[in-house]
């Protein structure tokens, strides 16, 4: 962003408009790179002097200005002295004591005292005095991320978020709505999408309408702008205070793109609290897939987006789970208001304890999860398991009581796959033509070859690749249902010993 003093905006009609430029400013841009350029090894105050003398020739003292704002954050200044200056002010003011300056001859005096205490020329001591104040300093290096024509789009998006930090309301009609939300979300923005006769409009809640407008959120308020503009198509429109009086701004994609460089600084989550949560559960293999940002719910006029989604792997069969976090009441309201809305899906909430919003969404038929500071795995495996016990029950039902496997081993987990069920929903059944193994189905004859082929004395790594041709992976329980135990012998490997009954 620009600062608010380089702010160019019209006030035409009561409306809040942004003076951008376009291609007639580009040689102005090219210009103030030149300077840049050519300032290298320079003071910063003979490069404002030469951004100054630009000034004349623009249309607007401040588009130089703009222009030269972004350019600094590109370029590195540095101190050059042949002394460190404060050591050279704290000697050389302490000559300056001694000697009592009062004339230019008294000066050189005590510059020469103070040469002298540092070993270096007095010249030198007088060059290193104030060599870091910031007019002083010398531009070592300038490496713009940006041409001509990429400066130009960077002062157009760089002002318009500037002109976005006061808003207070913000809706946009985007061409890519899934980047936008999980813009907003990750930038911790509050917000809500609308049913509108132009289709779906995200709505962003400002800074002010919190309780009073704070820098912080107003940065993020603006930095989502460089999300809506990556979208081929777009609208925002804003409502900004400026300076006590309400205004209505209107961007789009004609006016806003973004250079084709990304953003140095970019938030990397929604929140950690979500990222905490969501790392902590994919960790533990469980039977639901995690869904970041599924699909819109219909909720009355509007459409919630939940934060996740979890996909049971066996059943067509979803449970949404949304995070509610730092939110104000009037927040808290309005997302309660939606749950009311929701027809036949199943939701999840988590609920920061300090909103007092647990009773609430109980009593709209979902089930709320209380967490301070993390959302617990067990709590939500818990509450998941509810639904999982019935998916289970169902498969069950579903499934004859016998299950006949045409090969002649079969694990329980590749059965559960090849009947579309869970696990669990095979556990109970019965095999009659097979043996259970642990967790792997055999058949009587295929026991009965591997008696003929493992005996006692076999090393348990000869055992290992009989039964691998076999296809049997759970050497421990095809062993101990063979009769053999194994005896170890240090950590060089073990050996087949006839098990005692």
């Not at 400013?25 to 002097?49: C, F, I, K, N, S």
């Not at 222009?67 to 000559?95: I, S």
């Not at 813009?183 to 809640?205: F, H, I, P, S």
């Not at 026991?447 to 005996?455: A, P, V």
């Amino acid at each position: 962003m620009l600062t608010k003093d380089l702010l160019r905006v019209s006030r035409a009609g009561g409306g809040f408009h942004p003076q951008f430029v376009g291609e007639a400013q580009r040689d102005l841009a090219a210009r103030v790179l030149g300077v840049y350029q050519g300032h290298v090894d320079h003071t910063r105050a003979a490069l404002d002097d030469a951004l100054t003398d630009l000034e004349g020739d623009a249309e607007d003292f401040k588009l130089v200005r703009g222009f030269a704002k972004l350019l600094d954050r590109e370029a590195r200044f540095e101190v050059r002295a042949p002394v460190e200056p404060r050591r050279a002010r704290e000697v050389a003011f302490e000559a300056s004591e001694a000697v009592g300056v009062v004339s230019a001859d008294d000066r050189e005096r005590a510059l020469a005292r103070a040469a002298d205490r540092l070993d270096t020329e007095p010249d030198d001591v007088a060059d290193a005095l104030y060599a870091d104040l910031d007019d002083r300093q010398v531009l070592a290096e300038i490496d713009p991320r940006w041409d001509p024509g990429e400066l130009v789009a960077q002062y157009n998006l760089s002002l318009a978020q500037t002109a976005l930090f006061d808003a207070t309301e913000v809706r946009v009609r985007s061409s890519d709505p899934k980047a936008l939300v999980s813009a907003v979300k990750r930038l911790r923005l509050m917000y809500e999408v609308r049913k509108t006769d132009a289709g779906r409009e995200v709505v962003v809640t400002g800074p002010d309408a919190l309780f009073r407008s704070t820098r912080r959120y107003g940065t993020r308020f603006a930095r989502l702008l460089r999300t809506v503009a990556k979208a081929d198509e777009w609208t925002l429109t804003a409502t900004v205070d400026d300076r006590g009086t309400e205004r209505e701004m209107t961007l789009t994609d004609a006016h806003v793109s973004v250079p084709g460089v990304e953003p140095v600084t970019e938030v990397s989550y929604d929140s950690g609290v979500e990222a905490d949560f969501a790392a902590r559960f994919e960790s533990l293999g469980l039977d639901w897939d995690l869904v970041r940002e599924p699909e819109p719910l219909e909720a009355g006029a509007s459409v919630a987006i939940p934060d996740f989604a979890f996909d049971y792997r066996h059943a067509d069969f979803r449970v949404f789970f949304e995070i509610m976090g730092f939110w104000t009441p009037e927040y808290v309201e309005k997302k309660l208001g939606q749950l009311d809305a929701i027809d036949d899906v199943e939701i999840l909430v988590a609920v920061d304890e300090s909103l007092g919003a647990g009773e609430a969404i109980e009593a709209r038929d979902h089930r709320a999860i209380p967490y301070s500071g993390t959302v617990r795995i067990k709590d939500v495996r818990d509450a998941l398991r509810r639904y999982e016990d019935e998916l289970v029950a169902e498969s069950v039902a579903a499934l004859p009581d016998e299950l006949v496997p045409d090969a002649d081993v079969v694990t329980i987990e590749s059965l559960a796959a090849e009947y579309g069920v869970s696990e669990d929903a095979v556990e109970g059944k019965s095999f009659p033509d097979h043996e259970r193994v642990g967790r792997t189905l055999v058949r009587p004859a295929v026991l009965d070859d591997l008696g003929e082929r493992i005996e006692t004395g076999m090393t348990l790594g000869d055992a290992e690749a009989v039964l691998d041709e076999y296809g049997i992976d759970d050497a421990s329980a095809a062993l101990s249902a063979l009769g053999y135990r194994v005896e170890w012998e240090g950590l060089s490997g073990g050996t087949l010993r006839e098990r005692a009954d």
